[in-house]
């Protein structure tokens, strides 16, 4: 039986255009429908979803957590319901996407970079790797039907 579930996934990239692609299709297949109804409207909202994954990870040597890993920048919906004030509705999905694109143009790296950290793991060895701020696009099944946006680190550079 199949109920059309989208347990997991997550998309990193430092390319605008290919992240556009990439949120179209999972616009299309994570919301229950374009057109408004009863119970479901296309939305936008800049407000941090309480189950919105950072990244943390528990330190426990240090008994705390890590910097995150991801800067949230918007989320996308489309339980009615859960509408508040300040959120974008959208009739269509091509304008959920334009709205959502626009968002990541004028998202803060400075602010992501500060919060965030410069992305340096002790995995890889920093002079052979540069970083810089990339498009990260994420759902997880459980509380809500959230497709989240955020900014995370791109690594380049050759693994040995």
């Known amino acids: 039986m199949s109920i059309n579930l989208t347990q997991r996934f997550s998309y990193e990239t430092d390319d605008l255009k290919s992240f556009q692609k990439v949120l179209g299709t999972m616009v299309r297949i994570c919301m229950h429908g374009e057109k408004p109804s009863q119970y479901s409207q296309l939305y936008v909202t800049t407000k941090k979803p309480e189950i919105f994954n950072d990244g ?51 998202a803060d790296v400075e602010k992501f970079f500060v919060e965030c950290g410069g992305g340096y793991d002790p995995v890889l060895n920093h002079l052979d790797w540069s970083i810089d701020a990339g498009f990260r696009l994420s759902h997880k099944a459980g509380w809500g039907n959230f497709l989240d946006v955020s900014l995370c680190n791109i690594y380049y550079g050759i693994l040995e």
Request: aromatic letters at 12%.
């Open 56 to 106: 943390k990870t528990w330190l426990q040597k240090e008994q705390r957590f890590s910097k995150p890993s991801f800067l949230h920048v918007c989320s996308i919906s489309d339980y009615k319901d859960s509408i508040k004030e300040g959120d974008q509705t959208f009739e269509s999905y091509a304008s959920l996407v334009k709205g959502v694109i626009e968002h990541l143009r004028n």
